[in-house]
C-alpha cells in the first residue's frame, strides 16, 4: 500500500544538475588554475532525497567524491554500493571508528583529541590513513584555530600512521553578500594554508565553498568545491543563478475529503481559520509528522487542479486543509506541495518559496521530510 502523499525524486534531474555544475566550473575562468573537483554533500539523507539512490546517481554522473556528516551516513552509502571516496565531516569522538578502515573512508580531523584517536586506530591495525584536516577561520565549531597552527599541528604531522591528504574551511556567510566575515574567512584560510605549507614543505589539496561559496566567489574554489543544496536543483537564498539546475524532488498528496463551512464555523485545532462567509475546504492528509511546518497555515499554499489554494487553519499531525471556494474540487484530485501543476511560473511551489513563507531556510524545508513518506525514484 502506498500513502497519498508521495515525494518523488527524479535521479535524472540530480545527474544534470551534477553535469550542470561540472561545466560551470570548466568554462568560468581563474588564471589559468585547474577546473576544481566536485565533492558532492549527501548528508542528511541526501538533504530528505534519499541518500542511497541519490549518492548512487550522483556517483555515476561523474562526482570526484562524496561528503556526508558521519561515518554512520557513510557506511549506508557503501553498504548501497557507493565506491567512491566518501569524506566524513563531522567529529569523531563517538562514533565507531572502525567503520572508517572497514569501509575505506576518509576522515575529518578537528581536533587534536580526534587526531590521537584516529593515530591510535590506525596504529592497531598498522596501517596509515589519510585524512582532511579543518581549520576553523571563524565559524567556531569544528576544526583547529587557524592562529595557533603552528602549535597545534605539528603533533599531528608527526604521527606516522596519518597522512595529511587535504585541508578546508567552513564559510559561515557565504548567502550574505553584506557580511564582511566571508571576505575574512578567506583571508584566514589562505594564511593557514601558507602555514601548513611551512609546516609540511608542500600545499595540500584545499576546498571551502559550499553551494553558495560556489556561486558568489570563484576565488575559494581552491582545488574542489563541496556543493551541496545545487545538487537538488535549489539555489540558496538570496542568491541567484544562471546554471541549468532542475528541482529534483516534488512532494503531491491527493484530496481526501471536501467539506462547505457555514459563517462562523472554525477548522481545525485553535479555530484559527473561521469563515466569515460560505467556504469550501479540502483535506490532504499530509502534515507535521510527515515534515511540514505547522507555520504554513495562513501563509502556505498548495496547488489543485493548477490553481492556487491557501493552507487554512491548523497544519495537524497528519492532516491540513485549504481554502477553495469557488472552485471545482473532488475527493482524489491531485495536490502539488512541493513542485509544478502546470507550465505557468505561478503554478510551481519550490522549497524557496515555502522557507520564505514561513521564514526559514529551503534546506530545513527539504531534509525534514519524514521518513513516512515514500519516495519514488524515476
Known amino acids: ?116 584517536a584516529v593515530q591510535e ?33 605539528p603533533p599531528v604531522l608527526a604521527s606516522s600512521h596519518l597522512r595529511l591528504q587535504a585541508i578546508y574551511t567552513h564559510f559561515a556567510s557565504a548567502d550574505d553578500a553584506e557580511n564582511p566575515l566571508f571576505a575574512e574567512q578567506r583571508e584566514r584560510f589562505d594564511a593557514a594554508s601558507e602555514v601548513v605549507r611551512e609546516l609540511t614543505g608542500l600545499m595540500p589539496m584545499r576546498h571551502a565553498a559550499n553551494s553558495a561559496a560556489t556561486l558568489r566567489d570563484s576565488r575559494v574554489w581552491y582545488d574542489a568545491v563541496r556543493p551541496g543544496l545545487l545538487l537538488y536543483g535549489i539555489v540558496p537564498p538570496p542568491l541567484a543563478s544562471t546554471i541549468p539546475l532542475q528541482p529534483a524532488m516534488s512532494l503531491t498528496s491527493r484530496v481526501v475529503a471536501v467539506k462547505g463551512l457555514r459563517p462562523g464555523e472554525a477548522v481545525g485545532y485553535g479555530c484559527r481559520f473561521v469563515a466569515q462567509e460560505p467556504a469550501t475546504v479540502a483535506v490532504v492528509p499530509a502534515g507535521y509528522a510527515d515534515g511540514l511546518d505547522t507555520r504554513l497555515s495562513g501563509r502556505g499554499h498548495v496547488l489543485i487542479r493548477g490553481r492556487r489554494a491557501p493552507i487554512v487553519g491548523a497544519v495537524s499531525m497528519d492532516m491540513l486543509t485549504v481554502d477553495v471556494t469557488g472552485m471545482e474540487v473532488s475527493p482524489g484530485d491531485d495536490v502539488v506541495i512541493i513542485g509544478r501543476q502546470g507550465d505557468e511560473s505561478w503554478q510551481q511551489l519550490d522549497a524557496r518559496e515555502m522557507a520564505a513563507a514561513i521564514g526559514t531556510i529551503p534546506w530545513e524545508i527539504v531534509c525534514r521530510l519524514g521518513s513516512r513518506i515514500e519516495r519514488q525514484y524515476s
Open 1 to 116: 500500500m502506498i500513502r497519498s502523499t508521495v515525494a518523488r525524486v527524479d535521479l535524472g534531474a540530480v545527474a544534470a544538475n551534477v553535469r550542470a555544475l561540472r561545466d560551470y566550473l570548466a568554462r568560468e575562468p581563474r588564471n589559468g588554475a585547474p577546473v576544481p573537483s566536485l565533492i558532492a554533500v549527501v548528508k542528511a539523507n541526501a538533504y530528505g532525497h534519499g541518500a542511497e539512490r541519490v549518492a548512487l546517481a550522483i556517483e555515476a554522473a561523474g562526482a570526484d567524491t562524496l561528503a556526508c556528516a558521519d561515518i554512520e551516513e557513510a557506511v549506508a552509502l557503501r553498504r548501497a554500493g557507493v565506491r567512491a571516496p566518501i569524506l566524513v565531516f563531522g567529529a569523531l569522538s563517538i562514533s565507531d571508528l572502525d567503520g572508517i578502515f572497514e569501509y575505506g573512508l576518509t576522515p575529518t580531523i578537528t581536533t587534536p583529541w580526534a587526531a590521537r
Open 121 to 153: 586506530a590506525a596504529a592497531r591495525r598498522g596501517v596509515v590513513i589519510e585524512y582532511h584536516l579543518k581549520i576553523d577561520t571563524g565559524m567556531h565549531r569544528l576544526g583547529f584555530r587557524d592562529e595557533n597552527l603552528r602549535w597545534t599541528l
